[in-house]
T-cell receptor, first 113, second 115 residues
Framework: GDSVTQKQGQVTLSEDDFLFINCTYS??????LFWYVQYPGQGPQLLLK?????NKGISRGFEATYDKGTTSFHLQKASVQESDSAVYFC????????????FGHGTILRVHP | NAGVIQTPRHKVTGKGQEATLWCEPI?????VFWYRQTIVQGLEFLTY????????DSGMPKERFSAQMPNQSHSTLKIQSTQPQDSAVYLC?????????????FGEGSKLTVL
């Protein structure tokens, strides 16, 4: 079945540091890939999505490239802020027009001022 | 635009009791999803509806869990004979569908605690 792996359970940074969150996926079809972000007390919200291999998604300073060769969709940001502290989920959707997502386990990002 | 509304936000039940969780999706969204979130398992898909019809309940524990969508503005998730392992945050999400497939709008969740 489909799966998403996020190796890092937690990442701790200082403001203005570079962010890299690892995400790899496994599927037998051609997925759409997503990053969702969850702030305390809220449900996850869409950060960015990419539907086509080799394309890059960009939102609010975050970016991720759909790399079909390495089956990866790593999340990056050049300079994090304390307000970026949250849980980040990588996800994929392979069900044709179903919207059913398979999520990674999530990576907690803590940014210190 | 109110977003997805879930009630109650917190529910505490005793082992063996029933729990019913409610979800009001965003008006105009054709798909409604239920997910369960725990520290150990993360975000798990339970079930979803499209245009009120049940489409996929492959994530639902078969014996005690049931979900319904009696009208386009309301879905419920019912858990009978609750067990401590049912303790989790239950998240409802809705989606426009079509080209926005996968763009889910989540509610704030209902935190269920089974004592």
């Amino acid at each position: 079945g489909d799966s998403v792996t996020q190796k890092q359970g937690q990442v701790t940074l200082s403001e203005d540091d570079f962010l890299f969150i690892n995400c790899t996926y496994s599927t037998t079809t051609y997925p759409t890939l997503f990053w969702y972000v969850q702030y305390p007390g809220q449900g996850p919200q869409l950060l960015l999505k990419v539907t086509t291999a080799n394309n890059k998604g960009i939102s609010r300073g975050f970016e991720a490239t759909y790399d079909k060769g390495t089956t990866s969709f790593h999340l990056q940001k050049a300079s994090v802020q304390e307000s970026d502290s949250a849980v980040y989920f990588c996800a994929l959707n392979t069900g044709a027009n179903t919207g059913k997502l398979t999520f990674g386990h999530g990576t907690i990002l803590r940014v210190h001022p | 635009n109110a977003g997805v509304i879930q009630t109650p936000r917190h529910k505490v039940t005793g082992k063996g009791q029933e729990a019913t969780l409610w979800c009001e999706p965003i008006s105009g969204h054709s798909a409604v999803f239920w997910y369960r979130q725990t520290i150990v398992q993360g975000l798990e898909f339970l079930t979803y509806f499209r245009n009120q019809a049940p489409i996929d309940d492959s994530g639902m524990p078969k014996e005690r869990f049931s979900a319904q969508m009696p009208n386009q503005s309301h879905s419920t998730l019912k858990i009978q004979s609750t067990q401590p392992q049912d303790s989790a945050v239950y998240l409802c999400a809705s989606s426009l569908g079509g080209k926005n497939t996968g763009q889910l709008y989540f509610g704030e969740g209902s935190k269920l605690t089974v004592l």
